[in-house]
C-alpha cells in the first residue's frame, strides 16, 4: 500500500518561498506515476499546482508556472515543492498524491497524503 | 473559477438518493474526457471514488455510481448513509488550458 506523507514549515512570510516535501513509502518513486501537488485554500475546492515524473520532467498550472518548482530525489524517495513570492492568497492545505492513468483514459490521483496546513503571515 | 461547474451542495435523508452533477463544456467533458470523482472529509486525504466516468475501485460501496453525457457527468449516491456526508468533486482534463488536472467546484453532501 503506498503512503504518502508531507512535511515542512506550517508558517511562511510574505514574499517568502514555501517549501514542502512529500515522502513515498510503499512503492518506488521511480515506478511509472506522476507525483502532483495539490492544494486546498480555506472555504475553497482543491486546485492542481503541478506534477514530477522520475526522469525530472515536470509540468504545472500555468497560473503559478513563474512562481512553482517541483523536485524528485530518487535517493529519498520524496519530492518537493517550492512556491516563491507568497501572498495570503497561498494559504490553503497542501497534498501531494500519485498519479495513476488507467489505459483509455486520462490521469487520476490515486492515492494521497494527509495534507498540511501552511498559512502565510507575517 | 473552474471550468467544471458543481453545485455548491445537496441534502438527504438517511436511505434517500442523490445526485451530484458536473457540468462541462466541448472542450472538456463534452470533448470525451473522462470523468474522475473523489469524496473529501474535511482534515483528511480525498479519496478515488469513481474513476473513468463509472467505474468503482475496490473497496468503495455499489451504493456509488456514475455517468456521464453530452457536457456534464453525475455521480449517484444511493441509500445514502451519516458516513456519506462529506464533500464531493470531479475531475477531468480541459484542452483548452495547460492543465492536467481540472477539478470541479466541489459539492459537499449533508445527511440530514
Known amino acids: 500500500q503506498v503512503q504518502l506523507q508531507e512535511s515542512g514549515p506550517g508558517l511562511v512570510k510574505p514574499s517568502g518561498t514555501l517549501s514542502l516535501t512529500c515522502a513515498v513509502s510503499?512503492?518506488?518513486?521511480?515506478?511509472?506515476?506522476?507525483w502532483s501537488w495539490v492544494r486546498q485554500p480555506p472555504g475553497r475546492g482543491l486546485e492542481w499546482i503541478g506534477e514530477?515524473?522520475?526522469?525530472?520532467?515536470?509540468n504545472y498550472d500555468p497560473s503559478l508556472e513563474s512562481r512553482v518548482t517541483i523536485s524528485i530525489d530518487k535517493s529519498k524517495n520524496q519530492f518537493s515543492l517550492r512556491l516563491s513570492s507568497v501572498t495570503a492568497a497561498d494559504t490553503a492545505v497542501y497534498y501531494c498524491a500519485r498519479a495513476h492513468t488507467p489505459l483509455n483514459s486520462i490521469s487520476l490521483l490515486d492515492y494521497w497524503g494527509q495534507g498540511t496546513l501552511v498559512t502565510v503571515s507575517s | 473559477q473552474s471550468v467544471l461547474t458543481q453545485p455548491p451542495s445537496v441534502s438527504g435523508a438517511p436511505g434517500q438518493t442523490v445526485t451530484i452533477s458536473c457540468t462541462g463544456s466541448s472542450s472538456n467533458i463534452g470533448a470525451d474526457y473522462d470523468v474522475h470523482w473523489y469524496q473529501h472529509l474535511p482534515g483528511t486525504a480525498p479519496k478515488l471514488l469513481i474513476y473513468a466516468n463509472n467505474n468503482r475501485p475496490s473497496g468503495v460501496p455499489d451504493r456509488f455510481s456514475g455517468s456521464k453525457s453530452g457536457n456534464s457527468a453525475s455521480l449517484a449516491i444511493t441509500g445514502l448513509q451519516a458516513e456519506d456526508e462529506a464533500d464531493y468533486y470531479c475531475?477531468?482534463?480541459?484542452?483548452?488550458?495547460?492543465?492536467?488536472?481540472?477539478f470541479g467546484t466541489g459539492t459537499r453532501v449533508t445527511v440530514l
Open positions: 510503499g512503492g518506488s518513486i521511480s515506478s511509472s506515476n506522476w
Open positions: 514530477i515524473y522520475h526522469t525530472g520532467n515536470t
Open positions: 475531475q477531468s482534463y480541459d484542452s483548452s488550458l495547460s492543465l492536467v488536472y481540472v
